[in-house]
């Protein structure tokens, strides 16, 4: 049976030459078109070497050199490598107004499922529709191979629809304001309670030495000294409490996105006997 098709498609490519060909082959014709087409055919150029050799197959060549292009012709047929194109859209309907170019050459302006002949080897087919994208395909071709399909899906690039979702920062992965303004005011209480702490004791020391020793010291200045110092126990015991509420918040997983909408805030306020704290978190 394959035998039969290879000799049907043979005699109707010797049909269609012939019928074609208007003028006279002359002898130097057909020697020229027989070398020519044996070496096409050696470089695996099988459609240039058909032409060639339908030319020596004329009946106006020398019987010899008629007969070898005719067998020539014959084994073309068998080992000549065909393909059927086909694209498709996103819904897999058959698509045909699509044209294909093979190699950066023109094969096709549409589809009609037809066998085309190609040359073995491979091959890069292009596929172009209006209003979607180019699909390029690469294809090893192999010399015999017949019908090969070649389909393509051809859909048009999609757009995003919308706003992209929000990025949502990882909690804890960056302290929130809140964290960052109770530690910060409890950064800043321990450094006033250590500069307190040392007007306190400077000041002590100078008491002692103006009228600590004689016992001549007044009350009041005696207070307004250990009143020095009230502050700054107190100032460094909040900074400490504010400290560690801050380490809290963070590693809990406090975060930006869930505070609320009034201003976090502290305030404090130092008095002669201790401090004053009132805050908004």
């Keep these: 049976m394959r035998r039969l098709a290879t000799l049907v498609s043979a005699c109707a490519l010797l049909s269609s030459v012939a019928a074609a060909q208007a003028k006279k082959v002359s002898k130097q014709e057909c020697f020229g078109a027989s070398e020519e087409g044996q070496l ?15 030319v020596c197959a004329d009946t106006a060549c020398p019987r010899a050199v008629r007969k070898d292009c005719e067998a020539g012709l014959e084994e073309l047929a068998r080992i000549t490598p065909t393909i059927v194109l086909g694209a498709q859209d996103a ?16 094969l096709v302006e549409q589809l009609d499922g037809k066998a ?19 699909q390029r395909l690469e294809v090893v071709v192999r010399e015999g191979e017949k019908e090969r399909i070649i389909l393509v899906k051809m859909m048009a690039d999609e757009k995003p629809t919308g706003d992209p979702p929000p990025e949502v920062e990882p909690a804890g992965s960056s302290p929130s304001t809140t964290t960052l303004v109770v530690g910060g005011v409890g950064a800043a209480l321990l450094v006033g309670a250590g500069v307190v702490g040392l007007v306190a004791l400077n000041k002590r020391s100078s008491l002692y030495d103006r009228c600590g020793k004689a016992g001549t010291c007044t009350t ?16 460094a015991g909040l900074g400490g409490a504010l400290l560690a509420t801050a380490a809290v918040l963070h590693f809990t997983g406090s975060s930006s996105s869930s505070e609320p909408s009034a201003k976090p805030g502290v305030s404090v306020a130092p008095t002669l006997g201790g401090v004053t704290l009132w805050g908004r978190f």
């Design 40 to 54: 096409l055919k050696v470089r695996g150029e099988l459609l240039a070497a058909r032409e060639q050799l339908a």
């Design 220 to 235: 009041d200045e005696v207070d307004s000294v250990y009143s020095l110092y009230d502050v700054s126990y107190v100032g």
């Design 91 to 106: 819904q897999g309907s058959d698509l045909t107004d699509v044209a294909v170019t093979v190699d950066g050459k023109a």
């Design 116 to 134: 085309i002949a190609v040359d073995p080897g491979k091959r890069v087919f292009r596929f172009q529709a209006a209003g979607l994208p180019e």
